[in-house]
């Protein structure tokens, strides 16, 4: 089973970015991928997804602020923030999809002035 670990979480102000990376142990390159969030006290939610070939949709509370992209070469599926709120505040989750999907454990992202 393909495993994923996530980085780059962390504190920043509002309207600063942040670029999330989350790093697979096999190919990623047929699959569907996406990253989610769960905000304090609210279920996990999608954020943003991108199909295999190329095909990208996003949450309407982060469009036109965050940006999915995929490194298929290197088995990376990064997530550029910008313009941060602090209602982005949350532990974001990549995610891949396939047969057997799989789940990073998450990168805590806060923030806040």
């Known amino acids: 089973q393909v495993q994923l670990v996530e980085s780059g979480g962390g504190l920043v102000q509002p309207g600063e970015s942040l670029r999330l990376s989350c790093q697979a142990s096999g190919s990623i390159r047929f699959d569907p991928v996406a990253w989610y969030r769960q905000r304090p006290g609210k279920q996990r939610e999608l954020v943003a997804i991108?199909?295999?070939?190329?095909?990208?949709n996003y949450a309407d509370s982060v469009k036109g602020r965050f940006y999915i992209s995929r490194e298929n070469a290197k088995n990376t599926v990064n997530l550029q923030m910008n313009s941060l709120k602090p209602e982005d505040t949350a532990v974001y989750y990549c995610?891949?999809?396939?047969?057997?999907?799989?789940w990073g454990h998450g990168t805590q992202v806060t923030v806040s002035s």
């Open positions: 991108m199909a295999s070939g190329g095909a990208t």
């Open positions: 995610w891949r999809g396939g047969p057997v999907e799989s």
